[in-house]
């Protein structure tokens, strides 16, 4: 089993930054994908930003050039840095990893306010 914690939610003013870690930890194999999740009340759970264990990501045209992913294999690590952000960008943040399963952390919450 993996185990998925996410930190670095919290309260941001609109154009302000926020860096969201998650990490991950138990009977590890090899970690293929990581990624980004959110979700805001009433609306389905949208893919943020993705990222493989080389390092190709993949971003939601609604954060590209202004949230980064990145990863630490060794450290088995992955961050989401948010930047210019906005208060449609207020929603449950949840890390994912697909190892030999898939596996979701339990959320961290960012809210924007206006």
């Known amino acids: 089993q993996v185990q998925l914690v996410e930190s670095g939610g919290g309260l941001v003013q609109a154009g302000g930054s926020l860096r969201l870690s998650c990490a991950a930890s138990?009977?590890?194999?090899?970690?293929?994908?990581m990624g980004w999740y959110r979700q805001s009340p009433g609306k389905e759970r949208e893919r943020v930003a993705t990222?493989?264990?080389?390092?190709?990501?993949n971003v939601a045209d609604s954060v590209k050039g202004r949230f980064f992913i990145s990863r630490d294999n060794a450290k088995n690590m992955v961050y989401l840095q948010m930047n210019s952000l906005k208060p449609e960008d207020t929603a449950v943040y949840y890390c994912?990893?697909?190892?030999?399963?898939?596996?979701w952390g339990q959320g961290t919450q960012v809210t924007v306010s206006s």
């Open positions: 990222i493989s264990r080389g390092g190709t990501t």
């Open positions: 138990g009977t590890i194999f090899s970690i293929s994908v």
């Open positions: 994912r990893a697909l190892d030999l399963k898939d596996y």
